[in-house]
Nanobody, 131 residues
Framework: QVPLVQSGGGSVQTGESLRLSCAVA????????MGWFRQTPGAEREGVAV???????TYEDSVKGRFTISQDSAERILYLHMNNLKPEDTAMYYC?????????????????????????WGQGTQVTVSS
C-alpha cells in the first residue's frame, strides 16, 4: 500500500479559495492517473477532478471553471486549486491514484470503484465552506 499524504483544507467563507496538496511519491505522474474525490456524510464518494498521464483533465460539472487540478512532477505533488468556493463544496476531500493500465477507458475516470479496487488513497482532508 502506498500512502498518499494530503495537506491543506480548512474552513472558509463563500467565494474564497483553498488549495489541497497530495504527496504521491513514489508514484509517478507518467504511470498513474490521479485525481480528487469528495464525500459528505451519508453519501458515496464522488469524483471531482482527474488528471491523466498525458495531462488531460476531467472535472465534475459543478466544479468546472472553479477548480483546477495540477501536478508538480519534480516534487511529486498533486494539487487541487479551489476558487469561488460554495457551501455545497463542503466535504471530506481525498486524493487518489491508479495505474494508467488499470483504467479501461475515459468513462471510468470518475468511477470510485476503479480506484477502490486498484488504486491508492490519501487520508482525507476536510473542507468547510460557510455562507
Amino acid at each position: 500500500q502506498v500512502p498518499l499524504v494530503q495537506s491543506g483544507g480548512g474552513s472558509v467563507q463563500t467565494g474564497e479559495s483553498l488549495r489541497l496538496s497530495c504527496a504521491v511519491a513514489p508514484l509517478t505522474f507518467s504511470n498513474y492517473v490521479m485525481g480528487w474525490f469528495r464525500q459528505t456524510p451519508g453519501a458515496e464518494r464522488e469524483g471531482v477532478a482527474v488528471i491523466e498521464t498525458d495531462g488531460t483533465t476531467t472535472y465534475e460539472d459543478s466544479v468546472k471553471g472553479r477548480f483546477t487540478i495540477s501536478q508538480d512532477s519534480a516534487e511529486r505533488i498533486l494539487y487541487l486549486h479551489m476558487n469561488n468556493l460554495k457551501p455545497e463544496d463542503t466535504a471530506m476531500y481525498y486524493c487518489t491514484a491508479v495505474r494508467d493500465d488499470q483504467v479501461p477507458g475515459q468513462w471510468a475516470l470518475m468511477d470510485r470503484g476503479l480506484y477502490e479496487s486498484y488504486g491508492f488513497w490519501g487520508q482525507g482532508t476536510q473542507v468547510t465552506v460557510s455562507s
